[in-house]
C-alpha cells in the first residue's frame, strides 16, 4: 500500500507541479497523512510546506481546509491552485456576503473543489460551524501552528477552535505545519491539536547558503547603502514601525536604490502593486514591517537586513530564512545599536500590561461604544488603535496587548480587517490655497478637481474614491495617489489612503470589569517566557565568539552543528588564530593585489605557495567583512 501511495503521489506531483521528485522529507510527511496520521512538519523557510498539504489532498476523495492567518497567503495559493487547474477558494475580508455565499457553496456542493482556506477567526463563526457540517472535509491543514501555542511567540487565541473542527471530522488526519518551533512548542502544538499520538518529522532548520551577520553600528543607513553595494540583487529591509518604511524607502532611493515601502496599514490594491513590482526586479529592495514576506515565494533575494531588532529569534529566524530560497549564497544582517536594546525591554514591558488596566480597557471599550450592560454580544466594531490609544493616554502596544490579553480571557476578540474608503480634509484655505496654486502650478488643476469633485473638503474629512478622480483627470490611479500625497505631505490636506483596519467583536454581554479572569499563574508564566525570548535575542546579538548559525539552530533544538565558517563571529575566531605578525603580513599583501585590480582567485592562487590556505582565506573573509576589499560578484 505505500508503495501504490508513493506512486499515486508522484504522479500528482509530476502532472500538476512538474517535479520528478520531491525534496528531503516532503514524501515522508506526505505519505503519514495519507496514512491517516496526525501529523507535524517543521520545515524551514522555503522548505516546500504548502507541497506537503497540497499533494495529499489531492490523492485524498474530497475537501481539505486549510487554516492560515494570512490573507495574502491564501489568494497567492488560490490563485497558483487555479493556475494548475486545481479548484480551491478562500474566505478572507473584503469580500461580500455574495461572495462568500458563492465560495461556502461551490465547496459543500461541487466535487471537484479540492481546498478551502479560512483564517481562524472564521472558525468561530456560527454560520461557518453551521455550513462546516455539510462539507466534505477529508483533510485539516494547518499553516503557522506555532500560533496555537500559549508558549510561542505568536501565540493567536482563534487557532484553539481547530480541536473543535477536529471532533466534526474525527477521522480527517490533520497535518500542522511551521517553519520555527522550540521543543516546548513542537509538544504544545500537538497537544492543543489532539493529536493521537506524537508524530513529528523535523528537517534541520540549518541553512547552508545562508551566512548570518551581527553589526553594532550607530550609522545604520550608512553601513545599509554599503552593504546593498557590496551584494548585488534583490533584497528585503525590516523595521519595526509603518512610518520608518517610507523614510528608509525614501532615503535609498536618493541614494539610487530603486526601493519602496509595504505595511498592513496599506490598501490592497497598492500591497499588491509593491509586491508584484519587488518580484518582478522592478523595485530591487522593499523595506516592510513584518506584515511582508509570509508566503511569498520569491528565490533569487540575495540579503535581508534589519535596521530593528526583532523580538524574538522565532521571528528573525523566519524573516532572514527568506533570503537565498534559491540555495545560492546569500546573507541576513542585523544591525543594531544600544538603544535597540533598551528598545527590547520596554516592548516587553508593554507586552504585559498590569491585570487592572487590561480590565479598565475593556471597560473604557464598552463606553466608548455605548454597550449597554447585559448586552452586546456579537456587537461588531471597527478598531482605530491609533486613535484609541491617544484617546486613553496609552501606548499603541500596550493597548493592542492589553486586547490580546481580553481576547485570551474570551470576552472579546480581533478578526479579520475591514476595508475603508480613503479621505482628505483641506488644511489651507482662502488666501492660503491661492498662493499654493500660484507657485505649484503643476498641482493646481488636480486641487481644483478636488474642490469640483467634493464638498465640505474645508470642514471635516470626506470620503473620496482615487478610481473616480482618475477616470475624472484622465490618470492612472497612482497618479492620483501620487498628487494626493505631494498635497499631504506640503500640508495642503489631509490624505488618509484607502486602509484595512481590524474589527473588533465582543463574544460576550457586557459584564462588570471585575468579573473578567485572568489567571495569574498562567500570565506570569507567559511573560516569563516572554523574558526568555527576549534574553534569546539579547545573548545571539551579544555572543561573538560562537557561530551564529550555531546559536540559532541551539535555540531550535539541535544542539550538534558544525560552524559555519562565514559570520561574524566564525570571521572573528578566522582573526584569532592568525598570529598578529602574520596577520599584517598577509593583509598588506592582499590590499596590495587588491589595488592592482585582481579578484579573489587570482589573489589566492598568488598567495598559495608562501602561506597556508586557511590564513589566507581567513584574512580575506575579515577584510571583505569589514569593507576594506571588495570583488565583483
Not at 508558549?151 to 481547530?162: K, S, V
Not at 505631494?486 to 462588570?512: K, W
Not at 468579573?515 to 517566557?529: G, L, M, N, T
Request: one cysteine or more; proline letters at 4%; charged letters at 25%.
Amino acid at each position: 500500500m505505500k508503495n501504490e501511495d508513493s506512486q499515486r503521489v508522484r504522479r500528482i506531483l509530476k502532472q500538476y507541479w512538474g517535479y520528478d521528485g520531491f525534496r528531503p522529507l516532503q514524501e515522508d510527511i506526505i505519505l503519514s497523512v495519507l496514512a491517516g496520521n496526525d501529523t507535524l512538519a517543521l520545515l524551514p523557510t522555503g522548505g516546500g510546506k504548502s507541497i506537503c498539504f497540497q499533494v495529499p489532498a489531492l490523492a485524498l476523495e474530497g475537501l481539505c481546509i486549510v487554516v492560515s492567518p494570512l490573507i495574502a497567503l491564501m489568494k497567492d495559493q488560490v490563485a497558483h491552485l487555479k493556475a494548475r487547474g486545481i479548484k480551491a477558494a478562500a474566505l478572507y475580508s473584503g469580500m461580500n456576503y455574495s461572495q462568500i455565499q458563492d465560495a461556502v457553496q461551490n465547496v459543500m456542493f461541487d466535487p471537484e473543489y479540492r481546498f478551502l482556506y479560512v483564517s481562524p477567526e472564521r472558525l468561530q463563526t456560527d454560520t461557518f460551524r453551521v455550513n462546516l457540517e455539510k462539507m466534505p472535509v477529508k483533510m485539516i491543514a494547518v499553516d503557522e501552528a506555532h500560533c496555537i501555542s500559549q508558549w510561542g511567540y505568536d501565540f493567536r487565541p482563534p487557532y484553539l477552535e481547530i480541536a473543535n473542527v477536529r471532533k466534526v471530522f474525527p477521522d480527517a488526519p490533520v497535518l500542522a505545519l511551521t517553519a520555527t518551533a522550540t521543543p516546548e512548542v513542537v509538544k504544545d502544538i500537538q497537544y492543543r491539536l489532539d493529536f493521537k499520538k506524537e508524530n513529528v518529522f523535523q528537517k534541520s532548520f540549518k541553512r547552508d547558503n545562508l551566512t548570518y551577520f551581527v553589526v553594532k553600528e550607530e550609522d545604520k543607513n550608512g553601513r545599509m547603502l554599503r552593504i546593498m553595494q557590496r551584494y548585488p540583487g534583490t533584497g528585503v529591509v525590516y523595521v519595526r514601525n509603518r512610518r520608518k518604511t517610507a523614510e528608509v524607502a525614501g532615503f535609498l532611493r536618493e541614494h539610487g536604490i530603486p526601493a519602496d515601502f509595504y505595511h498592513a496599514g496599506l490598501d490592497p490594491k497598492t500591497r499588491d502593486l509593491r509586491q508584484n513590482d519587488w518580484m518582478t526586479g522592478k523595485t530591487r529592495v522593499i523595506v516592510s514591517t513584518n506584515a511582508f514576506g509570509m508566503g511569498i515565494d520569491k528565490p533569487d533575494v540575495r540579503f535581508v537586513v534589519h535596521i530593528d531588532t526583532p523580538d524574538s529569534l522565532e521571528a528573525y529566524f523566519q524573516e532572514a530564512g527568506r533570503a537565498g530560497r534559491d540555495e545560492k549564497p546569500a546573507v541576513a544582517i542585523l544591525l543594531y545599536d544600544s538603544n535597540d536594546l533598551r528598545q527590547l525591554s520596554r516592548n516587553l514591558t508593554l507586552s504585559f500590561p498590569p491585570m487592572d488596566k487590561i480590565r479598565e480597557v475593556y471597560e473604557d471599550l464598552c463606553q466608548y461604544y455605548r454597550i449597554e450592560m447585559g448586552t452586546g454580544k456579537n456587537t461588531i466594531k471597527p478598531f482605530y488603535i491609533e486613535q484609541h490609544a491617544k484617546r486613553m493616554k496609552m501606548d499603541p502596544v500596550q493597548l493592542f496587548n492589553a486586547v490580546r490579553f481580553l481576547e485570551k480571557a474570551g470576552v472579546i476578540a480581533l478578526s479579520e480587517h475591514l476595508r475603508e474608503t480613503s479621505q482628505i480634509h483641506f488644511k489651507f484655505n482662502g488666501e492660503e490655497l491661492m498662493t499654493y496654486e500660484e507657485n505649484h502650478p503643476e498641482e493646481a488643476e488636480f486641487v481644483k478637481l478636488l474642490l469640483r469633485s467634493y464638498g465640505g473638503v474645508f470642514t471635516q474629512y470626506v470620503k473620496i474614491e482615487e478610481r473616480t478622480l482618475a477616470l475624472r483627470a484622465e490618470m492612472t490611479e497612482e497618479e492620483v495617489a501620487g498628487h494626493l500625497r505631494t498635497l499631504h505631505q506640503a500640508g495642503v490636506l489631509s490624505y488618509q489612503p484607502q486602509n484595512e483596519i481590524p474589527l473588533i467583536i465582543f463574544l460576550q454581554d457586557r459584564m462588570p470589569e471585575k468579573h473578567i479572569y485572568f489567571d495569574p499563574a498562567v500570565y506570569e508564566v507567559q511573560k516569563s517566557k516572554a523574558q526568555e525570548r527576549v534574553e534569546a535575542v539579547r545573548e545571539y546579538v551579544a555572543t561573538t565568539d560562537v557561530c551564529r548559525s550555531r546559536l540559532l539552530l541551539r535555540y531550535f533544538g539541535e544542539m550538534k552543528s558544525p560552524a559555519c565558517g562565514q559570520c561574524d563571529a566564525c570571521l572573528q575566531t578566522g582573526r584569532k588564530a592568525v598570529s598578529d605578525k602574520k596577520f599584517q603580513t598577509i593583509s598588506k599583501r592582499i590590499l596590495a593585489l587588491h589595488q592592482q585590480g585582481l579578484q579573489e582567485k587570482a589573489i589566492r592562487d598568488r598567495l598559495a605557495t608562501q602561506y597556508e590556505e586557511e590564513d589566507v582565506l581567513n584574512v580575506m573573509r575579515w577584510l571583505i567583512d569589514q569593507n576594506k576589499i571588495f570583488f565583483k560578484k
